[in-house]
């Protein structure tokens, strides 16, 4: 079965200062992974997504993911915190399914900028 | 503009209604997925639905009901079965391995 653990419900960064958000994931297969972010109250936007490709990830506002297949990672990272980054966000693991894209979702990271 | 549209943004309901969310997309997208959010958790996947005339349960289907007559529209009815229906509702398409989501539906039940 697949699942993802996000190892920090709240991470607080100074604007300007790198972000990490940390994921785990468990997969029988080879997995596709997601990051999605959510500010309040709205729906979830894809920042990026890995499926089998390059294991460094670019997507969009400048974050960027590396998939570790030894660590079972695929951890979120922007070198410099913007005020507007300030939102939820959530590693995604795509489980196969009977023709349709089953996602398995983390339970969140709080990610809170300061001035 | 395409995208999918999510009808009412808030919604209250007494104990014992029946209320329906109207999910519609113009992406021309195949499949469909209602989803909901509670806090401090991620999103549980309540049906889907892969084609026209065709849903599936998910993970948390008890207390709920679809339809799926059209390809642009995938409402859900949350019944009086639902035991705790306060939450944030999401409706997601996709044609690949992407999903696009709309911008929720949050049910308060007074």
Redesign the interface.
Known sequence: AQSVTQLD?HVSVSEGTPVLLRCNYSSSYSP?L?W?VQHP??????LL?Y?SAATLVKGINGFEAEFKKSETSFHLTKPSAHMSDAAEY?CVV?APGT??????????TRLLVSP | DGGITQSPKYLFRKEGQNVTLSCEQNLNHDAMYWYRQDPGQGLRLIYYSQIVNDFQKGDIAEGYSVSREKKESFPLTVTSAQKNPTAFYLCASSRTDEQFFGPGTRLTVL
């Open positions: 419900s596709s997601f999605y109250n709205k729906g979830l936007q894809l997504k499926t959530f795509s023709g349709f894209q089953k996602l398995v979702f983390g339970t969140g």
